[in-house]
């Protein structure tokens, strides 16, 4: 370096000399002459340094700081001479070429950049033309589905208080808000802010309804995109589609303070990609038209805790002015007086985007695993399905605005409402009023009554009523077999209440047709069953089968479903849970086994077309087991039939009660059996006869083949 300065001092001397002797230039105008040779020296052997570093035919600066100054003079230095190229080639050209002089030259020189700048603008508004023919659709495309809300822009109609039953949910999103709007003291005292949150619950629990208050409400602008809107025909517009929405998102948070980005149904954007354990497309790599685009999921992941940088223009005036002080060999920094000043501009620090990503999905499961990732949606609130306290807090809510009959006011009455709506969501309920109050203005009313409540529960339950009619012989044979399952629920699972008991057929998206139900719910939500409570559903299941077998006989084909499901019950009870059998004596025990083995289902075996095993299955295939299930099967059985038997005449009078309304509800169906004078069977009435057997050596001890005894 420093043989480099006394080459360019020698160099400096040598011009000075020459335009102050030969030239005749004066002292002032030989040292400038003098000044700019030697930069130009100076300049040259950086150049020349750097090309044989380069080369490795000269070790490198030894710290970092020369060796940045060093790089930028070479830079600078290789661009200033190829700027100075430029005329020198043009008045050469101008010269050999046309013969023009100098100054012809330079007269010429304005009219050929007016023309060279109009040529260029041309071209360039031709390429714009082309870009925006070919990707301007695209660009609208990335568009649809996406909308940014700034303060007091949006009104759904709804706010904060109106999501009901996820106090809890609503109450943590409220804490992340408020450091989202008024954080900053939270940062400055070493707190971070939340980057993403994910909204995790089943559909129509108020994931997007939140969001809805959040726009309505919030003081900074919200981003809301739908996690479908960002898929694309072609590789990349979907990392197109999410940069842009970041983009625009991180031009509102400067503007504002802050921005949030809402994606719902971010399963859609965000599901896991091939080669991290999960499934994804079968070309998860590929994009666009082949189906499996993860690279808008790849562009998320970098954009919400990547390497931000400042902005463009800034970091290019920065990169300038510190180039070319650099280029002049001006010195970085000067001391005087015990102060330092700096001559360059220091380094730019990334912006820090005040912005929240939050996500909705009702499938985490699928979600990739770097997605929700603390960091990222490490931070999830869950919406769950409400208790009956906020099923009440919910229809409060729906029928203060919607027109009613007084009478569903009353405490008694909001209090069934939440009762025989249990597993019901927010958005089920809303569904309900709203179907209710569409049947009261067919019928010429501007308001709802609890016949209507009743009609659309049935509806959104168990599908549309069919309106067709039973034959005289179905419409007792569906009323019996109902009210067995009502009758055995209402003796024997002493904690549930009635909700619905019908015969009306409905069309059931989920099962196909069903001829009637009975449904009947816990008065307490409790979260552990005990044994006693798994018994009481195997007798509500096989009521049914013997109210049919004291009516008639035999049984019907209606009770499928209620024999796996009372095989599924008892099953559970042997091989999961580890409850035993019933304490009957022996004789009665056993007489129970040989009604029970008729009674299994054996739909629980196998499932799918494979015949892949299940728990069920498992249990059914041990022969000990197997005997356990069929005695609870049998106690059950042996227990509804009595049942049955001491009521038959009670439940012909409750099947005309029936078949004369449809359809009851709640404290309805209690009303109707407590009505018709049902009693207990005692020690001295009858047992059911054991039902036929096949000998022993010829029933089979496994089973191995799917169907319904």
């Given at each position: 370096m420093i043989i480099f300065w006394i080459f360019t001092f020698f160099v400096g001397a040598s011009a000075f000399a020459f335009a102050y002797i030969f030239l005749q230039l004066g002292v002032p105008y030989s040292l400038g002459y003098a000044l700019l040779v030697m930069l130009l020296c100076r300049g040259i052997l950086s150049m020349a340094r750097r090309w044989l570093i380069l080369r490795e035919r000269m070790s490198p600066e030894s710290d970092t700081l020369t060796r940045t100054v060093e790089t930028n003079r070479a830079i600078f230095w290789r661009r200033a001479l190829f700027l100075a190229a430029i005329p020198i080639l043009y008045f050469a050209g101008a010269y050999y070429l046309f013969g023009l002089a100098p100054q012809d030259a330079l007269d010429a020189l304005p009219g050929a950049i007016i023309a060279g700048l109009t040529n260029l603008l041309y071209v360039l508004f031709l390429l714009a033309a082309n870009f925006v023919l070919f990707l301007g659709p695209f660009y609208i495309y990335t568009r649809i589905g996406k909308t940014m809300i700034n303060p007091d822009d949006a009104n759904f109609g709804v706010n904060m208080d109106d999501v009901r039953g996820q106090k809890g949910a609503v109450k943590e999103m409220r804490r992340i808000l408020r450091l989202i709007e008024h954080g900053r003291l939270y940062v400055k005292a070493g707190g971070k802010r939340e980057r993403g949150v994910l909204m995790v619950g089943p559909p129509g629990t108020g994931k997007t309804m939140l969001a809805k208050a959040i726009a309505s409400t919030l003081h900074v602008p919200?981003?809301?995109?739908?996690?479908?809107?960002?898929?694309?025909?072609?590789?990349?517009?979907?990392?197109?589609?999410?940069?842009?929405?970041?983009?625009?998102?991180?031009?509102?948070?400067?503007?504002?303070?802050?921005?949030?980005?809402?994606?719902?149904?971010?399963?859609?954007?965000?599901?896991?990609?091939?080669?991290?354990?999960?499934?994804?497309?079968?070309?998860?790599?590929?994009?666009?038209?082949?189906?499996?685009?993860?690279?808008?999921?790849?562009?998320?992941?970098?954009?919400?805790?990547?390497?931000?940088?400042?902005?463009?223009?800034?970091?290019?005036?920065?990169?300038?002015?510190?180039?070319?002080?650099?280029?002049?060999?001006?010195?970085?920094?000067?001391?005087?007086?015990?102060?330092?000043?700096?001559?360059?501009?220091?380094?730019?620090?990334?912006?820090?985007?005040?912005?929240?990503?939050?996500?909705?999905?009702?499938?985490?499961?699928?979600?990739?695993?770097?997605?929700?990732?603390?960091?990222?949606?490490?931070?999830q609130i869950v919406f769950r399905l409400p208790n009956r306290e906020d099923r009440k807090d919910i229809a409060a809510l729906y029928f203060d605005k919607k027109q009613h009959d007084p009478a569903l006011d009353t405490p008694s009455r909001r209090e069934e409402f939440a009762r025989i709506t249990d597993g019901y969501s927010p958005a089920d309920i809303e569904q309900v009023l709203s179907l209710a109050l569409l049947y009261a203005f067919e019928d010429g009313r501007d308001a709802l009554y609890?016949?209507?409540?009743?009609?659309?529960?049935?509806?959104?339950?168990?599908?549309?009523?069919?309106?067709?009619?039973?034959?005289?012989?179905?419409?007792?044979?569906?009323?019996?077999?109902?009210?067995?399952?009502?009758?055995?629920?209402?003796?024997?699972?002493?904690?549930?209440?009635?909700?619905?008991?019908?015969?009306?057929?409905?069309?059931?998206?989920?099962?196909?047709?069903?001829?009637?139900?009975?449904?009947?719910?816990?008065?307490?939500?409790e979260w552990l069953e005990f044994r006693s409570q798994l018994a009481a559903d195997i007798r509500a299941s096989l009521g049914s089968l013997a109210c049919e077998h004291v009516f008639y006989g035999e049984n019907t084909t209606g009770v499928t479903m209620d024999l796996i499901q009372a095989t599924g019950t008892a099953s559970r009870m042997v091989g999961i849970v580890g409850m035993g059998p019933d304490k009957l004596d022996p004789d009665m025990s056993r007489k129970a086994i040989n009604i029970g083995e008729q009674l299994i289902s054996v739909v629980q075996v196998t499932q799918g077309v494979h015949e892949q095993g299940t728990p069920s299955g498992a249990v059914l295939n041990n022969p000990m087991a197997r005997r356990t299930v069929a005695q609870l099967l049998g106690a059950a059985y042996i227990d509804d039939w009595r049942l049955m038997y001491v009521n038959k005449d009670a439940i012909d009078l409750a099947a005309e009660a029936l078949i004369a309304q449809g359809e009851l509800v709640g404290d309805e169906i209690s009303g109707l059996l407590d009505s018709v004078g049902m009693r207990e069977p005692t020690a001295s009435d009858p047992y059911p006869e054991d039902l036929p057997l096949l000998p022993d050596q010829q029933r089979p001890s496994v089973v191995t083949a799917t169907g319904s005894a």
């Open positions: 919200i981003y809301i995109a739908a996690g479908g809107s960002f898929a694309g025909m072609f590789l990349g517009i979907d990392a197109l589609s999410v940069y842009l929405m970041v983009r625009a998102a991180r031009k509102k948070a400067k503007v504002w303070g802050g921005c949030i980005v809402f994606i719902d149904e971010i399963d859609a954007l965000g599901q896991r990609r091939s080669g991290t354990g999960g499934g994804g497309p079968m070309m998860g790599g590929m994009g666009g038209m082949f189906g499996g685009g993860q690279l808008g999921l790849n562009m998320l992941l970098v954009l919400m805790d990547g390497i931000d940088n400042p902005g463009m223009m800034v970091r290019q005036l920065r990169g300038l002015v510190n180039l070319t002080l650099d280029g002049l060999f001006l010195p970085r920094m000067i001391a005087f007086n015990g102060t330092r000043l700096q001559l360059r501009i220091p380094a730019l620090k990334a912006p820090n985007y005040n912005m929240l990503f939050i996500g909705a999905t009702n499938r985490p499961s699928v979600l990739d695993e770097a997605l929700t990732r603390p960091g990222r949606f490490g931070r609890w016949k209507d409540i009743r009609e659309a529960m049935g509806n959104v339950e168990a599908g549309l009523a069919i309106p067709v009619e039973y034959t005289e012989r179905d419409k007792i044979a569906v009323a019996r077999h109902e009210l067995g399952h009502a009758v055995a629920s209402h003796f024997f699972q002493k904690d549930h209440s009635h909700v619905r008991l019908s015969i009306r057929r409905r069309a059931n998206p989920q099962i196909g047709e069903i001829g009637g139900y009975h449904k009947s719910l816990p008065m307490e939500e």
